[in-house]
């Protein structure tokens, strides 16, 4: 499902990138970070009315692929999906994280079977792009939690400059 001009009536649409920096067909009223997002690797869904793209990584393409391989719930009731996001708050005594969907976009039973036919489609391609992104991920994840590690042991004062001392 790979419909974009909005004059068509189609409002919405989803397509698989398999190759970063497919610009092809990007809609006219996206943004330069919708348009990042656009030639992103994975599962990239838009809605005209919201003016809403997300993305989903290969990896996470996946995950959504066996949730809906194990329930038919989406069928009747569809499906929210967006791009798994993670917020940080440092200043809570004990920090903690919460975990979100930015870019939301809530489908339709119809919309939701749309989305599922494209990594069905696209599996062997999917699992390809996936075990790169694993191997990307862990060394991201590792400086991020020593970063986090950082800040946490020493906190920026409010000039922004940790000193080391715990009073």
Not at 30 to 36: F, K, T
Not at 71 to 90: A, C, H, I, M, N
Not at 96 to 122: I, K, W
């Amino acid at each position: 499902m790979h419909v974009t001009d909005e004059r068509s009536g189609v409002s919405w649409g989803a397509r698989i990138n398999t190759r970063r920096g497919q610009k092809v067909d990007c809609p006219a009223w996206a943004d330069r970070l919708q348009q990042e997002t656009w030639e992103k690797q994975g599962l990239v869904l838009w809605d005209h009315q919201s003016r809403e793209i997300t993305r989903l990584a290969a990896t996470q393409t996946l995950s959504l692929l066996s949730y809906m391989r194990s329930t038919d719930d989406w069928r009747q009731e569809g499906l929210v999906v967006g791009e798994p996001s993670v917020q940080v708050f440092p200043d809570d005594p004990k920090p903690n994280l919460m975990y979100t969907l930015a870019h939301e976009m809530t489908l339709s039973p119809e919309q939701a079977q749309g989305v599922f036919e494209l990594p069905e489609n696209n599996e062997a391609e999917l699992q390809v792009m996936s075990r790169i992104e694993k191997s990307g991920y862990q060394q991201k994840q590792n400086q991020f939690l020593n970063l986090l590690a950082e800040i946490l042991i020493h906190p920026p004062t409010e000039t922004g400059i940790a000193t080391g001392d715990s009073e």
